[in-house]
């Protein structure tokens, strides 16, 4: 009954790796979006999509890219991960958010050394 | 930017007792208003959610009441559980047609039997 899957529970990069978090919903929702949680700062969004090749900045953009080819599966790339890019990575989709609210994923824990 | 402030951050109460949860946004077109729960190591799921045109919400113990004009929510939940223990994250719409949500930063609680 999983519908929005992350590929990875657990990943560890080095400084200076460009990280890919892939993100795969199967409800046919057009809104996806990615935030990071970090403890005492709640989730803040880094990026979203309201439709294929379409994307708008969040909160926290910078240091992160994102790309949507196909309306299932959104990424989130880190262009060249540094340690302060230490944090979980949720992923959530929506048919709309301010109706039906969000389904997220399970997380990413992203570790950079 | 716009932003969801959330109190307070951690919550301590008896089984029994009553539990409130406060929160107040800035951004005048935020139309929707969801609360969610998340149990250590899952992800946030949605328990109650509230529409500006709506003032009060309730789900057998959970009620959500809205105050649009001092741009207030609040989340109150009865006859607490030890189950209800969780951190729990309000959040706002943003942005064109609330295609986004914008989270407050969370409250701990805690229900000791």
């Known amino acids: 009954d999983v519908k929005v899957t992350q590929s990875s529970r657990y990943l560890v990069k080095r400084t200076g790796e460009k990280v890919f978090l892939e993100c795969v919903q199967d409800?046919?929702?057009?809104?996806m979006f990615w935030y990071r949680q970090d403890p005492g700062l709640g989730l803040r969004l880094i990026y979203f999509?309201?439709?294929?090749?379409?994307?708008e900045k969040g909160d926290i953009p910078e240091g992160y890219s994102v790309s949507r080819e196909k309306k299932e599966r959104f990424s989130l790339i880190l262009e060249s991960a540094s340690t302060n890019q230490t944090s979980m990575y949720l992923c959530?989709?929506?048919?709309?958010?301010?109706?039906?609210?969000?389904?997220f994923g399970s997380g990413t824990r992203l570790t950079v050394v | 930017g716009e932003n969801v402030e959330q109190h307070p951050s951690t919550l301590s109460v008896q089984e029994g007792d009553s539990a409130v949860i406060k929160c107040t946004y800035s951004?005048?077109?935020?139309?929707?208003f969801p609360w969610y729960k998340q149990e250590l190591g899952k992800r946030p799921q949605l328990i109650i959610d509230?529409?500006?045109?709506?003032g009060e919400k309730k789900d057998q113990r959970i009620a959500v009441t809205l105050n649009k004009t001092a741009k207030h929510f609040s989340l109150h939940i009865t006859e607490t559980q030890p189950e209800d223990s969780a951190v729990y994250f309000c959040?706002?719409?943003?942005?064109?047609?609330?295609?986004?949500?914008?989270f407050g930063k969370g409250t701990t609680l805690s229900v000791s039997s």
């Open positions: 409800m046919d929702h057009e809104n």
């Open positions: 959530a989709s929506s048919l709309r958010p301010d109706n039906y609210g969000y389904t």
């Open positions: 959040a706002a719409s943003i942005g064109q047609a609330g295609t986004a949500l914008i």
């Open positions: 999509s309201y439709d294929v090749k379409m994307k």
């Open positions: 509230i529409r500006s045109n709506v």
């Open positions: 951004d005048s077109a935020s139309n929707y």
